[in-house]
């Protein structure tokens, strides 16, 4: 059974730092591709950064050099540090997992986070 489970979002500073946790049954993590996405009030999701199972990473161009996606495979656990956050970050934010050999897409619940100017 494929399960993510998010964690780790809150209310923060601009300015300040967060980590995402998103907790991955093992067939969640042997997903071809593993990535955060975030849906603001009144926007469309959008990915924010991905990580293959062969660690190859991608970001979206507004939070480059600012946040950093990795992945543990002993805890099978998918990270998000999250830095010198802005305002424009605020966001619901997604675990998700493409899993077979058709990327089945799977989500996580979800964790807000709220950045406070």
């Known amino acids: 059974q494929v399960q993510l489970a998010e964690s780790g979002g809150g209310l923060v500073q601009a300015g300040g730092s967060l980590r995402l946790s998103c907790a991955a049954s093992?067939?969640?993590?042997?997903?071809?591709?593993m990535g955060w996405y975030r849906q603001a009030p009144g926007k469309q999701r959008e990915l924010v950064a991905s990580?293959?199972?062969?660690?190859?990473?991608d970001y979206a161009d507004s939070v480059k050099g600012r946040f950093t996606i990795s992945r543990d495979n002993a805890k099978t656990t998918m990270y998000l540090q999250m830095s010198s956050l802005k305002p424009e970050d605020t966001a619901v934010y997604y675990c998700?997992?493409?899993?077979?050999?058709?990327?089945?897409?799977?989500w996580g619940q979800g964790t807000q986070v709220t950045v406070s100017s």
């Open positions: 998700n997992a493409m899993v077979g050999p058709l990327f089945a897409p799977y």
């Open positions: 093992r067939s969640a993590f042997s997903a071809n591709v």
């Open positions: 990580i293959t199972s062969g660690g190859s990473t």
